[in-house]
């Protein structure tokens, strides 16, 4: 498969996030709703390499957030940026 194959192609508003992500690392030790999400967006960059942003926030909607402040579904793909385990494509 190529890197263009997964559905659906979501757009949001623009954040420096924005690109498209591979596997980079893979945590330790997550908390089980992480646990949860992190299984999802690492079996999408397993099977397609890489993905947009927007369509992993897509993919993982349904987070259940640890904190008040996460908004949205992109605070945990930020967070998985963050943490090192997702990188920007070259």
Not at 22 to 38: C, D, G, Q, T
Not at 41 to 53: K, Q, R, T, W
Request: charge should be positive.
């Amino acid at each position: 498969m190529n890197n263009d194959s997964f559905n659906p192609i979501v757009t949001g508003p623009p954040t420096k996030y924005a690109g498209r992500y591979k596997l980079r690392n893979r945590p330790e030790k997550l908390s089980y709703h992480n646990f949860v999400s992190w299984k999802v967006i690492e079996a999408i960059l397993e099977a397609y390499g890489s993905a947009e942003f927007w369509d992993l926030a897509a993919a993982v909607r349904g987070h259940k957030h640890g904190t008040k402040k996460a908004k949205g579904p992109q605070s945990f793909v930020r967070y998985c940026v963050r943490s090192g385990w997702i990188q920007k494509c070259d």
